[in-house]
Each structure stands twice: as structure tokens, then as C-alpha cells.
């Protein structure tokens, strides 16, 4: 794989020194009360610790790089700040430190990516189509591929139903298929990968191999280790908001493993870990 990479690499996500911090309001004494609004506009002046103004630093100095043509995996354990560092990517968050540099346009394809439950999914495969910039030609002519991707449509005619209906697996479905009907500079996917079955993985997988290929960058948030495995080359491994491990996909998956079989119960039922094989 090493021996094909181009000398002229472009770099498309700059992340330099990142810092982002949350902060939560009405967490001091009285919170929530009358009272304790009016203290606050009162005493605009006080800190914000004396505000009842929580901070959460959930990412801490983090700095990497990110090529054109690169499958990336963000590992780390739960809340450790990485769809923190995909939404301020997507230019969704703010950071406190630091800067981050996009070329070219991210798409952040979350489990809360803004489709309409009301809606159909038809409708929701021409609104989402638009809004990622879709011509309505466009968008009529992929449309029978993005519902055979999904494959909502296998057990019955569910794309004219309203998105409520569906399962959490299909809802997952239908919008990775939506964004990955299009090509992206930039494509950050976060656990939408999760709640498919094995064939829609492998499915998608593949559809992430072909975007990489068209030379974009895909940045793949999961908690299975094989999906990460089978689809980057590269990990960035986040452990309480700090950037512990950037390399290639194996070393960054063989140290994180240590690590969280090292804080695992080991009870009889715990799950297989998760290791490829057919
Ligand atoms: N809207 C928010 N307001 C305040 N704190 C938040 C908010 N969202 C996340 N956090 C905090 O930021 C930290 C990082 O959260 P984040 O959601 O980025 O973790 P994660 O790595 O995506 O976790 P998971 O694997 O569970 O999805 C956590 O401590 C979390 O409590
Ligand atoms: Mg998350």
C-alpha cells in the first residue's frame, strides 16, 4: 500500500493544537430556579465558575494531518471526544485553541444527521440529496441506486412510510446511503456504521473504499474494531480528549486493545472480541 502513495501529497483536514471545551450551564447551587437566572444577569461580571458554568475540556491539544485518498479511523473509549473533534471538523463546534484547515467542503454523517422522521424516506432521499448539494436531476437519477443500497425496501415498500417507522438499523441505512450517493472532500462518518447488519457493512465498507479511492478523505468514528480493520489504513486513537496514538491501523488497534482488555471485566459473558474471520 506504502509504495502507491504519491510523493505530492495534499492535505485536506489541518488540525493544529485543538482545543474545544463545552461549556453547561446552571450547574451551581439553585440551578434552574428563578432566582438563580436573575443572580446570573445580575453578576454578568462573576466567573464562570461562580456562574454555575461547567467546563468540560473534551479535547485536549490535538494536532494531525490528513491526506487526500485516506481512510482514517478514530478509536477511543466512550467519551472520549470524538464526535467532539468530528463536529468541530465539520465546522460545527467552535474550538477554544488552536486552528483547524479544511480543503475542500466536510460532511459530517452522523446518527443524528437532520432528517425529517415525518417525512417519507423518499422525501427524505430528495431532501437530503439537496441538501448536500444535489441537483433534482441528480438526485432522479441516483435515487433507485440510493434505495437498493439501503436496502430499505427489501422487506417490503417502506421508503414511502414515514422515517418514524423505521428501525434504528434502517434509519442508520437510509442516511448512509443518502451521503454516500455523492462524493466527498471530505466525508466524517460517526457510528453510522453501527447499527447495520453484517451484509449492509460489508456493503458500505466497500462504498468507503471507493470514495477514498476517488480521492477524498473519509474519517470513520466506530466501536468495531474489524470495521476499522477492513476499512483504514491509518487510526487516530483519543483517550480522555488527548491524541494518544496516530499511525497505521494495526499498531494504533493492537495498543488500544491492550488497553481496553486491561480495564474489561472478565465475566463469561462478555462479548467475542471482535476478530475478523469467515
Ligand atoms: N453538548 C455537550 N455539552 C457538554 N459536554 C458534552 C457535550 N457533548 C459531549 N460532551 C462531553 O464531551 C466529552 C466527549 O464527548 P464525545 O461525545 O465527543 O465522546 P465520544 O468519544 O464521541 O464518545 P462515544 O464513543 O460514547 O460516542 C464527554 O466528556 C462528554 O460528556
Ligand atoms: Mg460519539
Redesign the pocket.
Known amino acids: 500500500m506504502a509504495d502507491s502513495v504519491n510523493d505530492e501529497r495534499i492535505p485536506t483536514v489541518i488540525c493544529d493544537g485543538v482545543d474545544i471545551v463545552?461549556?453547561?450551564n446552571g450547574t451551581g447551587a439553585g440551578r434552574g430556579s428563578a432566582t438563580a437566572a436573575l443572580n446570573r444577569m445580575l453578576h454578568r461580571k462573576q466567573t464562570e465558575k461562580a456562574a454555575g458554568v461547567r467546563r468540560?475540556h473534551?479535547?485536549k491539544n490535538v494536532s494531525f494531518t490528513a491526506y487526500k485518498g485516506e481512510a482514517i479511523g478514530l478509536i477511543?473509549?466512550?467519551?472520549?471526544?470524538?464526535?467532539?473533534?468530528?463536529?468541530a471538523v465539520a465546522g460545527l463546534l467552535p474550538v477554544e485553541n488552536g486552528k483547524i484547515y479544511t480543503n475542500g467542503q466536510p460532511s459530517l454523517l452522523g446518527v443524528n444527521a437532520a432528517l425529517m422522521g415525518d417525512l417519507t424516506g423518499e422525501r427524505n432521499v430528495i431532501l437530503g440529496g439537496l441538501a448536500m448539494g444535489m441537483s433534482r436531476e441528480e438526485i432522479k437519477a441516483r435515487y433507485q441506486e440510493i434505495v437498493d443500497f439501503s436496502g430499505i425496501n427489501e422487506k417490503g415498500d417502506f421508503i414511502t412510510l414515514p422515517m418514524r417507522t423505521y428501525s434504528s438499523g434502517m434509519g442508520a441505512r437510509l442516511r448512509f446511503s443518502i451521503a454516500a450517493a455523492k462524493n466527498h472532500d471530505v466525508l466524517l462518518i460517526?457510528?453510522a456504521l453501527a447499527t447495520g447488519d453484517r451484509s449492509f457493512q460489508r456493503r458500505s465498507e466497500k462504498r468507503i473504499r471507493e470514495l477514498r479511492e476517488q480521492a477524498g478523505t473519509v474519517f470513520l468514528?466506530t466501536?468495531s474494531n474489524a470495521t476499522i480493520r477492513d476499512t483504514c489504513e491509518r487510526a487516530l486513537w483519543?483517550e480522555r480528549?488527548v491524541l494518544r496514538m496516530d499511525g497505521p491501523t494495526e499498531d494504533v488497534l493492537a495498543a488500544y486493545e491492550d488497553f481496553t482488555n486491561g480495564d474489561k471485566p472478565k465475566g463469561p459473558a462478555a462479548p467475542a472480541p471482535a476478530k475478523q474471520g469467515k
Open positions: 463545552y461549556r453547561v468540560v473534551a479535547v477511543g473509549t466512550n467519551g472520549s471526544g470524538k464526535s467532539t473533534l468530528l463536529r460517526d457510528e468514528v466501536h483519543l480528549g
